[in-house]
């Protein structure tokens, strides 16, 4: 019986486990996807108009748990 009892443990653990890389994973920025540096912005949007400049590079603030994503 403890064999039994020692494998839903396992089992609800690497459950766990995974939820939670999941639930990590699903973390990010809301908004826009932004283009990539240096790249010019002349196509037109879905409206046909030319999307206007957002500003300057928002620099980058790595957060402790991005080695893990």
Do not use: W, Y
Not at 11 to 25: E, H, K, P
Request: aromatic fraction near 2%; hydrophobic fraction near 35%.
């Amino acid at each position: 019986m403890s064999r039994a009892l020692s494998r839903l443990c396992r089992v609800l653990t690497v459950s766990l486990a995974l939820s939670g890389a999941l639930a990590l994973g699903g973390c990010g920025v809301k908004g826009p996807l932004e283009p990539p540096p240096g790249s010019p912005q002349t196509h037109p949007g879905p409206d046909g108009k030319v999307p206007k400049d957002t500003g300057p590079v928002k620099p980058n603030q790595p957060f402790i748990l991005d080695g893990l994503l």
